[in-house]
């Protein structure tokens, strides 16, 4: 069975999802035309690098491969794989639903929807939200047929198949996944008990704009993760909207973390720093290498 969808209004292309041999879903995302942006993005914005099959195949890699398929030398860093899965059991160590019977949690920037997935083990309702249409798309391929075949990039042309699976413990039926805007977010989302950014907010038009949202998403007791390598460009984010990597008119370094906590205080307290490192394939011997900084904070008054 092929899915596609053509919208003239918006003039995008969403893709095709293709049901293959045991009933695994091959989805192929298409480089948009010129996706919708909301009001609070920015020229560099309009681009969405993430509308390719080879970002799609990279983030299903690293999301669903492991180190069997994202490192395939023996010298690997042993602690720089599963990185979604890390942050969703981050997450549910510092859920306390004593203190937070909303049992509701948000994978804002879920790409292919591991984190969202797992999270589900703990919470009735999992949302994912995405700003590319083919992550959102490649999360309810996954959601539906459980499994989802991916390439590799060996090196050239050459690649090598894999496929990412959705272990049967998790009800997937739990799970829902939305395309949006991180800095412009649905009113009537509601509260939740958890909320997890993961290398969001240096990709952000309007990064403060989400996390001044952090408040009334985040319910009385609830938590908030967020990771960050902190890695502000130009090419996502306008220079006076960076929330870090700068020196203000005194000369004193900003950094992104310290505008972070200066942002929350004082509606959140800070329950946990830490880094977090991870790796993402590009080939088989060229990989990115990255350690995000993880905040774990917590929902204070009402």
Request: hydrophobic fraction near 35%; aromatic fraction near 10%; include cysteine.
């Amino acid at each position: 069975m092929a899915i596609s969808r053509l919208d003239s209004s918006l003039n995008y292309i969403l893709g095709t999802a293709s049901i293959i041999g045991g009933g695994v879903a091959l989805f192929t995302a298409y480089r948009y035309l010129r996706p919708k942006i909301s009001p609070s993005c920015n020229e560099q914005s309009k681009k969405n690098v993430y509308e390719s099959e080879k970002v799609l195949n990279e983030y299903l890699c690293f999301h669903y491969g492991g180190q069997e398929v994202n490192c395939v030398q023996d010298n690997a860093p042993k602690e720089c794989f599963d990185f979604p899965m890390k942050c969703a059991d981050i997450c549910k160590k510092y859920y306390d639903p004593s203190s937070c019977p909303n049992d509701r949690s948000l994978d804002v920037g879920c790409a292919v929807g591991r984190s969202t997935f797992e999270l589900a083990r703990v919470f009735r309702e999992s949302i994912g939200i995405d700003y590319s249409f083919g992550f959102v798309r490649s999360c309810e391929v996954l959601a539906t047929n459980r499994k989802m075949e991916y390439k590799a990039l060996v090196e050239g042309d050459l690649t090598t198949s894999h496929i990412a699976t959705i272990p049967n413990d998790i009800d997937t039926s739990r799970c829902s996944f939305l395309q949006g805007d991180a800095c412009n977010l649905p009113l009537d989302i509601g509260q939740f008990g958890c909320v997890l950014a993961a290398n969001l907010i240096c990709r952000l038009p309007d990064p403060k704009a989400f996390i001044l949202r952090l408040k009334n998403l985040v319910a009385a007791g609830g938590i908030c993760v967020i990771t960050s390598p902190y890695t502000f460009m130009r090419e996502y984010t306008l220079r006076n909207r960076w929330i870090g990597g700068y020196k203000d008119s005194d000369g004193k370094e900003v950094r992104g973390f310290d505008e972070i906590k200066s942002i929350l205080t004082p509606s959140f307290r800070l329950l946990d720093r830490f880094d977090l490192p991870f790796l993402i394939r590009e080939t088989a011997r060229k990989h990115q290498w990255t350690v995000a900084d993880v905040s774990v904070w917590q929902r204070i008054g009402n």
